[in-house]
């Protein structure tokens, strides 16, 4: 089995806002250089190019509006999050939820700037029709897990292997990540078990006491 992919998303944390989401994505750097295991992260808009500055890591922006240059005030430009630094982009997430022509206008955008894309969903049918739309990876994230330490991959493992299989037959080249309550070594094993190729998570991370060891643990199952 190839090497998970780990995405860490900083939401509107405290500890990963302004320097906190340098600091986070150093401690990610340092694990990920450790392991070879790929670790990315997505902080808030406004602190993509400091990271991007400041860390050698794959940035993600947290969201990308399907929109082109002009009049568009408040919208999220490819083009910006591109020249920003970020490598690719979350779509779709729980807390940022987009309607169907949304996402599929989102994907353009981020496809044009050359973004990886993740389009993130909340069960099997959703995944199935967001892996139509040809991203790189969608992510199963069941909204009542999201930030209750309970880990998807083994509260409901069902809709994780669901995913995967619905996304293998509706188009093979789509890598599916499953996130919510992930925090530790055993949820990831579970995870990727469950034939999941990497793992969306944030909590577990941003607010641990010690980042760094936080991840240690977390990888130390694959
Ligand atoms: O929403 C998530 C990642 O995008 C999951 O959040 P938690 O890891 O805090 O449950």
């Known amino acids: 089995m190839s090497s998970p992919f780990i995405l860490l998303n900083y939401k509107t944390y405290l500890q990963g ?14 694990v990920s250089e450790e392991s070879g295991i790929e670790i990315a992260v997505a902080p808030q808009l406004p602190d993509i190019y400091r990271v991007a500055s400041e860390v050698e890591i794959p940035v993600f922006s947290q969201h990308l509006d ?15 999050i591109k020249e920003a630094g970020a490598v690719g982009t979350l779509i779709n997430h ?23 894309t993740v389009i993130c969903t909340n069960n099997v049918p959703t995944t199935a029709a967001a892996a139509a739309l040809g991203p790189d990876y ?19 493992p069902e809709v994780v292997s669901g995913s995967v299989k619905a996304v293998a037959k ?14 530790k070594g ?27 060891a936080a991840l240690e643990e977390l990888i130390s199952l694959v």
Do not use: M
Request: glycine residues 14%; neutral net charge.
């Open 186 to 212: 055993e949820d990831l094993r579970a995870a990727l078990d469950l034939g999941s190729q990497g793992v969306l998570l944030a909590s577990g991370i941003v607010k641990a006491a010690d980042p760094k």
């Open 170 to 183: 509706i188009d093979p080249a789509v890598k599916v990540l499953c996130g919510a309550g992930i925090s």
């Open 138 to 156: 969608v992510a199963i994230e069941p909204p009542e897990l999201i930030g209750s330490g309970i880990p998807v991959s083994k509260a409901d």
């Open 94 to 116: 729980s807390e940022r939820r987009l309607t169907l022509a949304e996402i599929e206008a989102s994907l353009k955008s981020a496809k044009e700037f050359g973004l990886r």
């Open 66 to 80: 399907g929109i082109g240059a002009g009049s568009f005030t408040g919208h999220v430009f490819g083009k910006a």
């Open 17 to 30: 806002t302004g320097q906190g989401a340098v600091e986070i994505a150093k401690a990610c750097k340092e």
